[in-house]
């Protein structure tokens, strides 16, 4: 039985979500051990050197991880498979999709060279209905014009969650596979 670790950073709790999804289908078919940390708690998070695999997760905001899942990037994986995803409601856009993978996921992972995840993905994201006319402020900020207004106008069809349940779960068939190999 392989060890595996998943540790996240979350504002709404949508990462903490797959990342729960994914445990299930890493113990139930890929017969891993799988534990799962939150990095809010990052001086208490167990010790890497315990475990054969990483994954990596973070939700976005304003562009950005959470301080402590990019932070957790810094760490040393020598000998470990690693994947990582996001969970990004630009990422769970068509239209954006490439947008929110290029630069919230590849960029920030340029800045971690020593760090080379056996698989990466962008996951689309749910927005807590409470924090909607915060999100509708922000988009103009990060993203081209176009691409801006058109994600605006899905939030007014309700679209606040755009997360795809068979694509994360794809995924999590795809590393446990690598995982196990
Ligand atoms: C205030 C605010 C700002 C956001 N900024 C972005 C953003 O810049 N890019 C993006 O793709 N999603 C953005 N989102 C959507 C989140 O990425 C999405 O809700 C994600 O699933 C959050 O993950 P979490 O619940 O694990 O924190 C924002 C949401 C809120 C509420």
Not at 23 to 43: A, P, S, T
Not at 98 to 105: G, I, S
Request: some cysteine.
């Amino acid at each position: 039985m392989s060890e595996t670790l998943i540790v996240y950073g979350t504002r709404y709790s949508a990462t903490t979500e797959a990342c729960a999804e994914i445990q299930k289908i890493l113990e139930k078919e890929y017969n891993q051990h799988v534990e799962i940390w939150d990095l809010e708690n990052y001086r208490a998070c167990p010790d890497l050197s315990d475990y054969d695999n990483i994954i990596i997760a973070s939700g976005i905001k304003y562009g950005k991880w959470t301080k402590n899942a990019e932070k957790y990037l810094s760490n040393n994986f020598e000998g470990k498979k690693v994947a990582v995803f996001i969970s990004s409601a630009f990422a769970g856009d068509e239209d954006l999709h490439k947008y929110a993978y290029e630069n919230f996921l590849i960029k920030v992972l340029k800045e971690y060279p020593n760090l080379e995840p056996i698989a990466k993905a962008a996951f689309g994201g749910r927005i807590p209905k409470k924090e909607l006319p915060e999100f509708a402020k922000g988009p103009k900020k990060f993203i081209p014009k176009i691409a801006s207004s058109q994600i605006l106008t899905r939030l007014h069809e309700n679209q606040y969650d755009n997360r795809d349940w068979d694509k994360i779960e794809k995924w999590a068939h795809e590393v446990g596979k690598l995982f196990n190999s």
